[in-house]
């Protein structure tokens, strides 16, 4: 599964807000949207990555990105993990049907049946401006490549 | 701000913490003083005589003294203690609560009216974001964070 590239307009998708709401591609009309795809609440490098990207909240908000995790596991899970972890970053639902939204931004790890781990960056138009896929689920990816992602944004 | 992009970990700068022989290359340590890792390599890298610049990979989200201790750390660093501060911490991981702070400054000798006044200085704070930012830039993505060195 290949991750959505560059240039491709956003497919219409459905996550499931902290609470209960629907988030869909109209949602990522008018702001920088960064997606997290990341494997399981609660599993270490998850843990490591949430909270090392927590750190650079204030400096991707002041370049107007708002950042979500996202992960197959179901919005309860989601909502202790980022207690748990003491993280502000909103969580967003790909639980039910279960990896519909992550198999669409091919962010999706089928031999594990998990989301994979995986950076996608849409722009204020709904166009995807910059992915990027983990060489390994088990990889972490600095949040550096965030910031130089975003660059690809047009101001 | 910094320009938000990716970059390597900043050279020497005058204000860096820096021990140990003068020749060869530093090894840049981006540590935590409420991380357990931190503490093991940290010990490590004094047993070893190595040439270690600490700067702060303080998370706050991974342990709520990690903000706290930094500028502690800093606080004593303003009396010239920077690294008998930065031993005792890492020396003694279960004791990093106020009061702990308050003992290890009299057994340094440090002006505890002081201590308290200068941990509480925004351009204390601000050194450390700056630390913390940087070493997101270069991609750091656990503590310790270690670059360059032999």
Redesign the interface.
Known sequence: MSIIAAGTPAPEFTLKREDGDDFTREDLVGQTTVFVFYPFAFSPVCTDQLQIYEEALDDLKAQGATLYGVSTDPSYSQIAFKDKLGITIEQLSDFEPKGDTAKKFGAYFEPRGMTNRALVIVGPDGVVRWSHLADSPGDLPGVNLIFDGLTAVPA | ?TE????PVPPLREDDHVRGPDDGPPTFFYGDFACPRCAVEALRLREQGARVVFRHFA????H?RAVPLALAVEAAARQGRFWAFHDALYEDQGRIDDPHLWARCERLGLDLDRFEADRRDPALAERVRRD??DA???????TPALFGGS
């Open positions: 701000m938000l992009r990716s970059a998370l706050k989200a991974k709520e913390v930012r997101l830039r270069a991609g750091a993505t656990t």
